[in-house]
């Protein structure tokens, strides 16, 4: 799954590697949770690529109310075409959610402890995401698939990265057929990938600043303090 992240690069950095007309405006993240607005990429009516804010929380468009979407900030890949809250939006309302990196919590005893992740060679990187539309509320789900070897350890789930080559299929409105999209589910490189334990601090989502995502040492009892 993919229940927190980070998204703290420059405005100009993201317009350059999305292919922006111009700069987005965002505030920097340390601890980005669901239900907060969000930074999504996705190709508007005119064809051309846009930044927006939708809220993490995907919300169909035939919900009776917007509470379901506190339930569905994650989507798994591999049931997207066939769940009827995340069918359309694969197939028509597919975005980009820029990102510095991601966290993921390890069971360990009776507690858990946080880990944060990012490619190796990337200060900025793209989830995979989809979108809905209901009664001028617009919110976003992210892709899950199984975890590489590198996650398995910490969790059996992480977030679907788009590679920067991909940016153009992958959010390409045209196409709406669901086989040649499922080859985009899937795990991330694990030699490309790093992860190192942080603090405790990142499980309260008022705290957000630069020293969340700082590694920390682990000592043999700090699960016992979760």
């Excluded at 339930?71 to 359309?88: K, M, Q, V």
């Excluded at 989809?130 to 590198?150: F, M, Q």
């Amino acid at each position: 799954m993919c229940g927190r992240y980070s998204i703290h690069a420059h405005p100009d950095v993201v317009a350059l590697q999305f292919a922006l007309d111009t700069a987005p405006e965002f505030r920097p993240s340390y601890n980005v949770c669901p239900g907060s607005e969000i930074l999504v990429v996705r190709v508007a009516r005119d064809g051309q690529r846009v930044a927006r804010h939708h809220r993490w929380g995907l919300v169909p468009h035939w919900a009776k109310d917007p509470s379901i979407g506190n339930r569905l900030a994650n989507a798994r890949g591999e049931s997207l075409a066939e769940r009827p809250a995340f069918r359309d939006a694969f197939r028509q309302w597919r975005c980009l959610v820029p990102a510095s990196g991601f966290y993921e919590w390890q069971t360990l005893g009776r507690g858990k402890l946080p880990w944060y992740l990012m490619p190796r060679d990337a200060e900025l990187f793209a989830l995979a995401g989809i979108t809905a539309y209901w009664k001028g509320l617009r919110s976003v789900s992210l892709i899950t698939t199984e975890a590489n070897e590198l996650m398995r350890p910490i969790h059996d789930r992480m977030p679907v990265i788009i590679r920067p080559p991909d940016y153009g299929a992958w959010l390409d409105p045209g196409s709406r057929d669901l086989d040649p999209l499922m080859r985009f589910i899937k795990p991330y490189d694990a030699a490309r990938m790093a992860a190192h334990r942080v603090g405790l601090r990142v499980n309260q989502p008022e705290n957000d600043d630069a020293s969340l995502i700082d590694e920390v040492p682990a000592g043999p009892a700090q699960h016992e303090l979760l």
